[in-house]
Each structure stands twice: as structure tokens, then as C-alpha cells.
């Protein structure tokens, strides 16, 4: 493993489980697990053949403050979300969230103004956005053919 490897770590086995294995040409390597639950975590490592190597926490605050994690992926329950990120990107992480960032716009500001102000990234994942299938919703809806939309 070189230098330029990203070491991550996903937060959440549920979701965040399509993440435990990178791609095989991505420079990335699975560094630590953290879920609530620790039956979960292990069956996780065991039935996902992930590293024998693997840190797993249950408690998030403890993870955080390994120096070895570069960037937290979280897939926990929404309203979570905006104060795992906060945390995240306060300890200096780049962070990885599943949808939504936020529950309203003020948080939303907030974790932006903080990742700038810290210098890392944050992103939220949008898997499907430029999926043919939602390009042509999005035209659908755009060119009115749908009508007037009122819930999604």
C-alpha cells in the first residue's frame, strides 16, 4: 500500500455495507467499521471476507479519533446524518454521507461552512443522478409532460 492510498471507514453496516469493497482499481483500503451493534459487525467482517486487519468500533466519537482514517462514509439513519458529519469534520475527515446531508437548510450551510473551513471534502452520494433513466424523468418533469408534480 502506498502513500496516496485513501484509508475510509463506513459507519452504518446496513446501507453502507455496497461500500465495504472498493473497486479493485481504486486506491482505497477499508480501514475501520462502526455500528451499534456488534453482532452486526461481526457477521459483517466474517460474511463479507473483509480484512482479518479491520478495525470495528461500536462507539463513533472513539473512531473518529484514529489519526489512520482519512475519510468516513455514513450511512445511518437520516436525522443522524448532520451531527455525524459535523463531528467528522470537525476531527479533519473527508466525509462521504448517504441522502440527505441535512434535515433543513441552516444544517446543510453549516456542514459546508465547516468542511471548508477545516479544508476537506464533503459529498453526498447520488449514485443514480446521472443514470439514463433519471436524465429522462428529469426531462419529463422539466418539459411539463408529467404535469404539475406535487410529491415524489
Known amino acids: 500500500m502506498d502513500n496516496n492510498t485513501i ?24 480501514q475501520a467499521v462502526c455500528d ?16 482479518e486487519d479491520l478495525e470495528v468500533y461500536t462507539d463513533y466519537d472513539e473512531m473518529l479519533k484514529q489519526k489512520d482514517i482519512d475519510c ?34 441552516e444544517d446543510c450551510e453549516l ?7 477545516r479544508g476537506v471534502k464533503a459529498s453526498v452520494v447520488s449514485q443514480c443522478r446521472f443514470h439514463n433513466t433519471s436524465r429522462v424523468l428529469k426531462n419529463l418533469v422539466a418539459d411539463g409532460r408529467l404535469g404539475r408534480i406535487v410529491t415524489a
Open 36 to 51: 451499534l451493534n456488534p453482532d452486526k459487525l461481526i457477521i459483517m467482517k466474517h460474511s463479507r471476507n473483509l480484512p
Open 111 to 117: 456542514l459546508i461552512s465547516e468542511a471548508k473551513k
Open 7 to 30: 484509508k475510509y471507514a463506513v459507519v452504518g453496516t446496513g446501507r453502507g455495507g455496497t461500500f465495504m469493497n472498493p473497486a479493485p482499481h481504486m486506491n482505497m483500503k477499508l
Open 72 to 105: 468516513v462514509a455514513i450511512f445511518t439513519q437520516r436525522h443522524l446524518h448532520a451531527p455525524m458529519v459535523l463531528k467528522a469534520l470537525e476531527a479533519g475527515k473527508h466525509v462521504l454521507v448517504e441522502k440527505p446531508l441535512a434535515l433543513n437548510v
